[in-house]
């Protein structure tokens, strides 16, 4: 069906067994779908991981994707829906129908469950719940009433707890013998009579400790407790740092009520990574599974703000229409002084927004981060002003339009270099993202700064 993996101009690339997906594979599946060949389809699919078989409906066009799952329908693997972008999931869920996706979302576990209830509207929701069990519906259900994107909405509910005062053999023993233990578990969890959770064994010192000592002996009492209304960037800092492999979620009177796992942190360090980054490029929340209407809608919203700061700009530059008719060069090099500015504010800009996403910039590091990018400005300027200075000289044959560029040079490089550290800081003490409004602001600033400084040293200097 497909090699162990790909050969390019005698070069061996990624192994088949990292990755499931191969363009020999891939040409396979489409051939397939083109002669509907469902059971050919179905073998393809069938010993495909399930993150691999997500990717794989993504790749697919419209009309691929409703083979595909027309094809795979009655043997449809649940565990790839969580794995899928919203907007795919949306399209395979309503080609599978209603009932055929309520029972997938029972056989998955609560996260991932309530995950894809989620991202349906409240009548799905309700069609859907109403033909799972109600034992599980209820904790699904329960699930729902938590805040999105909230540690309750993160965990799952499957684990494993023990009281203290049972021996590792007897801990071994119900691991062995219980019926509705979670199918994946890094840690089990110690709780008192009330449900409080009082300590963590990892599973491994379980493995490793003879079977008559007690639980209690060997439990870490000092752990780290996520409560159920935590946000999920909160949750996904925490496994950061501290490396853990799971963590008990408790509600209002400490009980434990589930647990977080490290691949759903890692997914949600993916995804607050992804909109920080969807976010300084002005894209938004859309990705390439999106329609066009999505999609520009999204970014129109965007364009609208470059568009005012687009006019302001002009309008600063309308202040020196005789200036700019006298010396045409100046026309020619102001670009170049926004620009400049422009992305080295937007440099400064990226690390600081990920440095306050990360917590690595603090209150008590900003006036050392904010200085360091201040000299890092006023060398840049430096450098570039001596290279952009005696290009101009000598492009003109004219030292003071050199001069006077370079002097604009080093005030809007300094200028982005301290309005990149410092305007994503007073954005986010103004309770707006960073990531989002820091971008328009400062692209306004030096481009607005830039053709000032230059016109208007050109003005008082060569006129």
């Given at each position: 069906m497909a090699d162990a993996s790909d050969v390019e101009g005698?070069?061996?690339t990624t192994p088949a067994s990292l990755y499931g997906l191969t363009p020999r594979l891939m040409a396979a599946l489409a051939e397939a779908l083109a002669a509907d060949r469902d059971s050919h389809v179905r073998a393809f699919v069938r010993p495909l991981h399930p993150a691999d078989l997500a990717d794989l409906i993504e790749r697919l066009d419209e009309d691929d994707r409703q083979r595909l799952v027309r094809a795979i329908r009655d043997v449809f693997d649940p565990e790839c829906l969580p794995w899928l972008e919203d907007s795919v999931r949306e399209d395979v869920m309503d080609q599978l129908g209603m009932e055929r996706v309520a029972e997938a979302v029972a056989e998955l576990e609560t996260d991932d469950a309530v995950e894809v209830l989620e991202s349906l509207d409240a009548l799905e929701q309700r069609e859907v719940l109403r033909h799972i069990p109600a034992a599980d519906r209820a904790v699904l259900e329960q699930g729902l009433t938590y805040p999105e994107d909230s540690a309750g909405r993160l965990m799952q509910r499957e684990l494993v707890a023990v009281p203290p005062h049972w021996t590792v053999g007897q801990t071994i023993d119900f691991l062995r013998s219980a019926a509705d233990l979670p199918d994946h578990f890094f840690d089990v969890f110690v709780i008192?009579?009330?449900?409080?959770?009082v300590g963590v064994v990892p599973v491994s010192r379980i493995l490793r400790t003879k079977r008559p000592v007690r639980i209690t002996d060997i439990m870490d009492r000092q752990f780290r407790r996520i409560p159920a209304t935590a946000d999920q960037e909160e949750v996904g800092r925490l496994f950061k740092q501290y490396g853990l492999a799971s963590a008990p979620v408790v509600d209002d009177d400490n009980r434990l009520v589930g647990v977080i796992t490290v691949d759903d942190a890692v997914h949600v360090l993916e995804e607050e990574a992804e909109e920080d980054l969807m976010s300084l490029g002005r894209v938004g929340g859309t990705n390439v599974n999106a329609s066009v209407m999505d999609t520009a809608r999204t970014r129109i919203r965007w364009l609208l703000v470059t568009l005012v700061n687009t006019l302001i700009a002009s309008t600063v530059i309308s202040q020196f229409e005789a200036t700019i008719e006298r010396i045409v060069a100046l026309a020619v090099l102001m670009p170049i002084v926004a620009a400049m500015g422009g992305n080295a504010g937007m440099q400064v800009v990226t690390v600081v927004v990920r440095a306050l996403a990360t917590r690595d910039l603090a209150p008590?590091?900003?006036r050392r981060v904010v200085l360091k990018e201040l000299g890092v400005g006023v060398l840049n300027g430096v450098v570039f002003a001596s290279i952009l200075g005696t290009v101009?000289?000598?492009?003109?044959?004219d030292v003071?339009?050199?001069l006077v560029l370079a002097a604009a040079m080093v005030f809007n490089m300094v200028?982005?270099?301290?309005?990149?550290?410092?305007?994503?800081?007073?954005i986010q003490r103004m309770k707006i993202d960073p990531a989002v409004?820091?971008?328009?602001?400062?692209t306004t600033t030096t481009?607005?700064?830039g053709f000032f400084s230059f016109l208007g040293l050109a003005t008082l200097f060569l006129i």
């Open positions: 005698g070069r061996r008192d009579p009330r449900h409080k959770a008590d590091n900003v101009a000289g000598l492009w003109f044959a003071r339009i050199g200028w982005a270099g301290l309005a990149g550290a410092m305007i994503p800081i007073l409004g820091a971008g328009p602001f400062l481009d607005v700064l």
